[in-house]
């Protein structure tokens, strides 16, 4: 990604009179930001049904670039990775959500794109009880799966409580921010936020400046869920930010869990009530996770070596299953439409396609509609 791309994108984002929806839609019509800019005074004559609105936005960037300009120089002093949906790094969970940030700013050394994704919500007034479930669910997802990054919002209650916990045991952990990287809200959090930056990471779709709005950390929430397979919700009372990301995530077709907790409990009460309507799956512990989301541990990835199982050992596959087979080597346990964009396979048939390499014993289908290649 040149320089010159993340200019015009961040510039993008800027634009007064275009909305994050339409200059994402902008970026992905044209191929790139840079793309938009060169076609700032004809703009109608490559998109169609443009509204008059729309070419008087893009005729005016003067401010949006000085404001780019600034945000440039920002993010080069202090080692921050500005991405868009074409950089490499940009998080592939999320790249297919059909309201993804344009524009991400990452702080971090994570791996945003970890073969296994999980975020953790809920109540900033976690209980006793709360931080028990948490403390438990960590500690023994670690020994099942070490290969998680944990997800949340820094912010109190719940969130920090999984950062705190995910750093104890030695998991990447990355924060998704209501604001820009040159604060911290709430600042009593900045050590952990500090510790976060070498070990996990400090991502947001907003510059420099922004000051932490209630509707920021609504819009935050759609992060959380995107780049994650599925959302662990801990604590929730009857309304709450952790619920706002469970509707998120099973707008996505991502899988939303629940603890439980005692009837009448303030805090129990959205959980409990997201487990009656069926909208969240009950677990009570990480087992339970795992088992639902098919991941496999490290107990079964021994044996299956120890089985001598191997990929060369295959059987001859199709031109079309070998592409399948080389994308999930790379990036394992991916959604069935994110495949389809990947390899460029029509979905009806890359279904046959996957069943065929399921009989075969190559892959194995998930919670959610992922794939897993076996070990």
């Not at 700013?105 to 296994?116: D, E, I, Q, V």
């Not at 496999?296 to 059987?315: D, N, S, Y």
Request: proline residues 4%; contains cysteine; hydrophobic residues 40%.
């Amino acid at each position: 990604m040149t320089s010159e791309e993340i200019f015009h994108a961040l510039a993008l984002t800027r634009l007064t009179g275009i909305s994050a929806t339409m200059a994402l839609q902008l970026y992905q019509t044209l191929g790139s930001a840079t793309a938009v800019y060169e076609h700032r005074n004809d703009i109608g004559d490559v998109v169609s049904d443009c509204s008059p609105r729309l070419v008087e936005a893009l005729r005016h960037w003067d401010d949006a670039l000085k404001r780019a300009a600034a945000e440039m120089a920002f993010i080069t002093k202090h080692n921050i990775l500005a991405l868009t949906p074409g950089s490499d790094d940009y998080p592939e969970r999320l790249r297919h959500c059909p309201d993804a940030p344009l524009v991400l700013y990452y702080k971090g050394t994570a791996n945003l794109n970890c073969r296994h994704v999980v975020d953790i919500v809920g109540t900033r007034r976690c209980t006793t009880y709360g931080q028990d479930l948490i403390h438990r669910f960590v500690s023994r997802l670690h020994e099942l799966c070490p290969d998680v990054l944990i997800v949340s919002g820094l912010a109190y209650g719940v969130d920090i409580c999984a950062h705190r916990d995910a750093l104890a045991v030695g998991y990447d952990t990355v924060g998704v921010l209501a604001h820009g990287l040159d604060t911290i809200y709430p600042s009593r959090h900045r050590d952990t936020a500090a510790e976060m930056v070498s070990r996990g990471g400090l991502l947001t779709e907003y510059m420099t400046q922004t000051e932490p709005l209630p509707n920021n950390f609504r819009q935050r929430n759609r992060i959380v869920a995107g780049i994650s397979d599925a959302t662990v919700l801990v604590e929730s009372a009857i309304k709450g930010g952790g619920l706002i990301t469970c509707r998120i995530a099973q707008e996505y077709g991502r899988d939303v869990f629940a603890f439980p907790g005692a009837v009448g409990m303030p805090y129990s009460e959205g959980c409990n009530r997201m487990i009656r309507n069926n909208t969240a799956a009950l677990i009570t512990s990480a087992d339970d996770f795992v088992e639902s989301m098919g991941w496999e541990t490290v107990a079964q990835r021994q044996q299956t070596e120890a089985k001598g199982i191997e990929r060369q050992l295959f059987p001859d596959l199709s031109p079309e299953e070998q592409a399948v087979v080389a994308l999930l080597s790379e990036t394992n346990d991916l959604q069935l439409n994110i495949l389809s964009v990947r390899t460029d396979i029509p979905i009806g048939e890359l279904t046959a396609l996957l069943f065929s390499l399921e009989l075969k014993g190559i892959v194995r289908p998930l919670a959610g509609g992922t794939y897993h290649l076996l070990m």
